[in-house]
Nanobody, 124 residues
């Protein structure tokens, strides 16, 4: 069982930056594919960014603005979000799985473990 704890959300003005962190329990963090998803009320959870085998993947609208990275020594995955827009407002979730490879990390149903989420609010 893996527990994920996100932090770093908050209120920021448009154009600002936030860095989300997700700390995972367990000893085999480096073997997990990690993903960031977001959800707004009434909408399905959507893929934002993921990292598998050291390779990052991004949803098109965040490319060039968001960066996913991981520190295996700290069991932590990060999401650096720059040039934030009001439409980026959502609850952001961290997810993990040992079973996902390649492009399938964009699929929320493939993940086994989820964090509780952290609210990101971007004001205009």
């Amino acid at each position: 069982q893996v527990q994920l704890v996100e932090s770093g959300g908050g209120l920021v003005q448009a154009g600002g930056s936030l860095r989300l962190s997700c700390v995972a329990s367990g000893r085999t963090f480096s073997t997990y594919t990690m993903g960031w998803f977001r959800q707004t009320p009434g909408k399905q959870r959507e893929f934002v960014a993921g990292i598998s085998g050291g390779n990052p993947y991004y949803e098109d609208s965040v490319k060039g603005r968001f960066t996913i990275s991981r520190d295996n020594a700290k069991n932590t995955v990060y999401l650096q979000m720059n040039s934030l827009k009001p439409e980026n407002t959502a609850v952001y979730y961290c997810a993990a799985s040992q079973k996902i490879t390649g492009w399938r990390l964009i699929l929320s149903e493939k993940y086994d473990y989820w964090g509780q989420g952290t609210q990101v609010t971007v004001s205009s």
